[in-house]
């Protein structure tokens, strides 16, 4: 691990950090710490103080809340690549949500007063994190569109399209294999469905000839996909 922290390009490889000059990756290296955690880990609760970013190396994490009649409604699962917590120290508000552990995860953990004076120290990199928060607000408005405005094959569908350009990039082949790490449970707690209303919803993408599913691997026709995930009517 001690090599990779020296690559410029692992660190660019969060989305937060993308912009940042040679200069400033190396003084976010100098304050990130490795940390790693067992599955069923609660790394952080809704409440808590936000003083510390986290950034997944490997494994999963669950985002979830629990409701007030004692359900836990999933928000988002985040794999290797991702950043939770940034808002937080950002702010200065408490945790907006749960943050566990769904397999063992390595990450890198940077202190609040540490990156917020890194930022004072370089505004260009502040500028650099304000273009990450737009884009995070985009992506959390076309979210909110798809639980919203489409029904939910086409939900189902969109949810497939995004974990495909999470792969491949926007061009994506015509073809391609997935294996989902996510259950159709935590499926349906992304997509505000119940489990059997998201099994149906992937039995019907089959017959349309949008996927195809054999040991565990989804085979998606993309062209296919695209399709469904955008119906005329909305």
């Known amino acids: 691990m001690t090599e990779i922290r020296k690559s410029p390009a692992f660190w660019r ?8 000059d040679n200069a400033l990756i190396e003084a976010v290296a100098a ?9 069923g880990t609660t790394i952080f609760q809704r ?7 986290l950034l997944t190396v490997s494994g999963r994490i669950k985002i979830s809340l629990i409701t007030a009649q004692g359900k836990e409604l999933s928000l988002r699962h985040l794999e290797a690549g991702t950043i939770l917590g940034e808002m937080a120290i950002l702010d ?3 945790r907006s949500a749960d943050a566990t ?6 990450g890198y ?8 004076r890194l930022m004072e120290k370089h505004p260009v990199a502040a500028q650099a994190v304000i273009h ?5 607000l985009r992506e959390t408005t076309e979210q909110l569109e798809t639980i919203a405005l489409y029904d939910l094959d086409a939900r189902v569908a969109r949810f497939f399209v995004s974990t495909l350009k999470q792969i491949h990039g926007e061009e994506l082949p015509e073809s391609a294999n997935l294996q989902l790490s996510l259950s159709q449970s935590e499926i349906a707690g992304i997509l505000g469905a119940s489990r059997p209303k998201i099994n149906r919803s992937i039995v019907s993408l089959e017959e349309k000839g949008a996927i195809r599913r054999k040991d565990g ?8 996909l695209l399709e469904l995930a955008e119906p005329d009517d909305v």
């Open 109 to 116: 953990v940077i202190a609040k007063r540490d990156f917020q």
């Open 217 to 224: 691997v989804i085979d998606c026709n993309t062209e296919r």
């Open 31 to 39: 304050i990130a710490v490795h940390r790693l955690w067992p599955a």
């Open 13 to 20: 490889s969060f989305p937060i950090f993308e912009e940042f």
């Open 101 to 106: 552990a769904v397999a063992a995860t390595e």
């Open 92 to 94: 200065g508000s408490p």
């Open 132 to 136: 990450y928060l737009c884009a995070r």
């Open 47 to 53: 409440g808590d103080e936000g003083n510390y970013m």
